[in-house]
T-cell receptor, first 114, second 114 residues
Framework: GDSVTQMEGPVTLSEEAFLTINCTYT??????LFWYVQYPGEGLQLLLK?????DKGSNKGFEATYRKETTSFHLEKGSVQVSDSAVYFC?????????????FGKGTKLSVKP | KAGVTQTPRYLIKTRGQQVTLSCSPI?????VSWYQQTPGQGLQFLFE???????NKGNFPGRFSGRQFSNSRSEMNVSTLELGDSALYLC?????????????FGEGSWLTVV
């Protein structure tokens, strides 16, 4: 079945460091791909999305490109801030998101130190 | 536009009891889905409702049920609670656009079973 694998955390970075969180997926159809962020004690917030191959999603300085050839959707940010400390989830929606079920990776906890 | 609203935010129940959680989707969204988040299992899809019909279901026992009303509001019910049902329950609503579908989450309901 469809699945998402993302790098294990926790990841600890200094402020202004470069961030990469790896995400790869397995899917039989044409999924949409998402990154969600969860701050302590809160629900999930959509960070960015991409719906087809070579699409680049971006938001708040974060970027991810949908790479069909490597089945990847790695999250990057050029300069992290303390406020970026959170858990990041990569997810896919089978069949381009035509149904409401998302398949999530296990999450990567990011801690940014001043 | 108001986001996905879940009530109650926190609740404590005793083993064997039942619980009902409520979710109001974003105005205009017809699809509501539910997820369970635990430290051990991560984020798992429970079920999705669309126009009052269950359209998709995850791998959970029959103690977990849901319904959707004509105004798209949804409830989920867990009967005969077990300690392992302690979790964050997240509701999500789906936006359908020509560029693809996006799923937005509420803040969640924290359930503790004692």
């Amino acid at each position: 079945g469809d699945s998402v694998t993302q790098m294990e955390g926790p990841v600890t970075l200094s402020e202004e460091a470069f961030l990469t969180i790896n995400c790869t997926y397995t899917a039989t159809g044409y999924p949409s791909l998402f990154w969600y962020v969860q701050y302590p004690g809160e629900g999930l917030q959509l960070l960015l999305k991409a719906t087809k191959a070579d699409d680049k999603g971006s938001n708040k300085g974060f970027e991810a490109t949908y790479r069909k050839e490597t089945t990847s959707f790695h999250l990057e940010k050029g300069s992290v801030q303390v406020s970026d400390s959170a858990v990041y989830f990569c997810a896919l929606s089978p069949y381009g998101g035509s149904q409401g079920n998302l398949i999530f990776g296990k999450g990567t906890k990011l801690s940014v130190k001043p | 536009k108001a986001g996905v609203t879940q009530t109650p935010r926190y609740l404590i129940k005793t083993r064997g009891q039942q619980v009902t959680l409520s979710c109001s989707p974003i105005s205009g969204h017809r699809s509501v889905s539910w997820y369970q988040q635990t430290p051990g299992q991560g984020l798992q899809f429970l079920f999705e409702y669309f126009s009052e019909t269950q359209r998709n279901k995850g791998n959970f026992p029959g103690r977990f049920s849901g319904r959707q009303f004509s105004n798209s509001r949804s409830e989920m019910n867990v009967s005969t609670l077990e300690l392992g049902d302690s979790a964050l329950y997240l509701c999500a609503s789906r936006e359908e656009t020509f560029s693809g579908n996006t799923i937005y989450f509420g803040e969640g309901s924290w359930l503790t079973v004692v």
